[in-house]
């Protein structure tokens, strides 16, 4: 069992535009951890927040913007906490190690900025699983996926920016597994929710290149 650090609460935020499925891989998140994280949720509809009411505070952010760049957009800015609590970005398809609460409280014990964990899949120059305390939030000025995207890319410009600040420790070659079961590594099966991604893929390509020329005073912004 990993050493437990200072009771930091620890915040999920979780976009989603499939409540039913958020909630079987909610429940394996909320199993799994030693203490209960809170939780807040943005969802594209009412019809999808109806679906979520006994959650409490789930946002709906509308359905014009497809992607979750939008809603974790809006999570950011609407996020409260303390400086020393930790924010998870989560998505329905990542499944955390066993005390995985515990391994995060010590991972940030005597450190304030964000980190990036084994997802065992992705090793490149990308946050798939954005986690940072909330102290690093505010210095990204609440941005953690910067609007301008719609599914893709976000993470490659939060990893720039978090790289760039010096507020990034990469774990992923000695921290536990937090899986992503996507369907691009066969781990699931892409379903409709996935299909517009992969049709704003070059729209996604285009903002990044065009973003990475920016300084970061203006990406953040």
């Not at 939008?70 to 996020?79: A, D, H, N, Q, R």
């Not at 609590?85 to 014990?109: C, K, M, N, Q, T």
């Amino acid at each position: 069992m990993w050493r437990q650090g200072s009771m930091k609460k620890i915040i999920l935020l979780w976009p989603t535009a499939r409540p039913q499925v958020m909630r079987q891989t909610h429940l394996i998140w909320h199993n799994r951890a030693v203490v209960k994280p809170d939780i807040l949720i943005a969802v594209n509809t009412p019809e999808q927040q109806s679906q979520l009411l006994d959650f409490g505070n789930v946002l709906v952010v509308g359905d014009n913007r497809k992607g979750p760049a939008y809603p974790t957009f809006v999570l950011g800015k609407e996020v409260n906490a303390k400086h020393g609590d930790i924010l998870i970005l989560v998505s329905d398809d990542f499944y955390p190690p066993d005390h995985w609460d515990e391994y995060l409280r010590s991972a940030f014990e005597s450190y304030s900025g964000s980190i990036l964990v084994n997802d065992g899949h992705q090793f490149g120059g990308c946050m798939t699983i954005p986690i940072m305390d909330y102290a690093c939030l505010l210095k990204l000025n609440r941005i953690i996926y910067h609007s301008d995207y719609n599914w893709q890319y976000a993470d490659t410009e939060l990893f720039l920016n978090l790289s760039e600040m010096g507020l990034l420790r990469d774990l992923r070659l000695t921290s536990p597994v937090f899986e992503h079961r996507h369907w691009a590594n066969g781990k699931r099966v892409l379903d409709e929710v996935d299909v517009p991604g992969a049709r704003m893929r070059d729209y996604d390509i285009l903002t990044w290149e065009r973003r990475s020329k920016l300084s970061l005073i203006e990406r953040l912004k």
